[in-house]
């Protein structure tokens, strides 16, 4: 019974005192906050953002000092509901498949979909899996139940069987294009016990304009390093296109300029632009 007054009075601390505006900013209202997050980024800027802060840089620094590995698991979540269309759920696919193959050859990916329900599309598997499996994931439609996937992810993490490595760092990559309308309530408290756990949850909120920009915030384990804006899946695959290749290929940028990823910052093509 302790315990779970304990695990109950750590999730309020965490939605309630984890508040993610800046304590700066304290005079902005907090519609306004949310507001800021409704801007969407030129690419570039949102892909040097988002290779400093998912592939690696600074988290592995943190690592460094900790018990972790160098190494990374991460979860991708996908939404598949109904206000994602064939199309753009197909685009947003080939551009996982590209994030994927550009990462260190010792991370592995899985992979959770979600709409009325939440389903687990494979495990944990080399980037090269990963990359094939993505491509045979299938849209279903139906309504947005967020909260299943992120237990779903949860599940993954704690169970064995889907091979998830001991010593990882581990993390989980959103795209969706608005909140739940499934036990919303339990989005919020469902993602915050993901980060007492010590998971990085990042998210790409995908459209013009998300009525639910506040939970998507909320769920991100920060709302600068781990919160990210595109119009649309197109521009999600321009976007990653621009990030360098961990593996050593060139991305176009590189072949057409000449930059290469052994330059350092401010020469490389995300430092230049």
């Known amino acids: 019974m302790m ?6 009075a750590l999730l309020l601390i965490a939605y309630w005192g984890l508040d993610t505006s800046c304590g700066s900013e304290k005079d902005i209202s907090e519609e306004d906050y949310y507001k800021r997050f409704q801007n969407i980024p030129p690419a570039a800027e949102t892909a040097k953002k988002l290779y400093k ?5 600074e988290a592995r620094k943190i690592q460094k000092r900790q018990i972790l590995g160098n190494f990374f698991d991460v979860i991708v979540v996908v939404d598949s509901s109904s206000s994602v269309s064939s ?38 598997a080399s980037r090269f899996i990963a990359d094939e499996k993505i491509g045979a994931i299938r849209r279903t439609g139906g309504k947005t139940n967020t909260q299943a996937a992120l237990k779903l992810c949860k599940r993954m993490y704690v169970e064995a069987q889907y091979g998830a490595r001991q010593g990882s760092f581990h993390r989980i990559l959103i795209v969706t294009d608005g909140q739940s309308n499934i036990k919303r309530n339990e989005t919020i408290p469902s993602a915050f016990e993901l980060k007492l756990m010590g998971i990085e949850i990042f998210v790409i909120a995908v459209g013009e304009y998300l ?13 600068d390093a781990h919160m990210y804006r595109v119009l649309n899946m197109s521009g999600l ?22 930059q290469s990823e052994g330059d350092d910052e401010e020469s490389s093509p995300l430092g230049r632009l």
């Open 237 to 258: 695959v321009q976007m990653i296109k621009l990030i360098p290749d961990q593996t050593g290929r060139k991305t176009w940028i590189e072949e057409n300029f000449g």
């Open 53 to 57: 802060n998912f592939f690696g840089g």
């Open 3 to 8: 315990a779970q007054l304990a695990r109950f």
């Open 87 to 124: 199309g753009e759920f197909l685009k947003g696919l080939r551009a996982l498949r590209d994030l994927v193959g550009k990462s260190r050859n010792d991370t592995v990916y899985a992979a959770v979909t979600y709409a009325t329900r939440a389903k687990i599309e494979f495990n944990f």
């Open 211 to 223: 009525e639910g920009i506040k939970e998507l915030v909320q769920m991100a384990s920060s709302s």
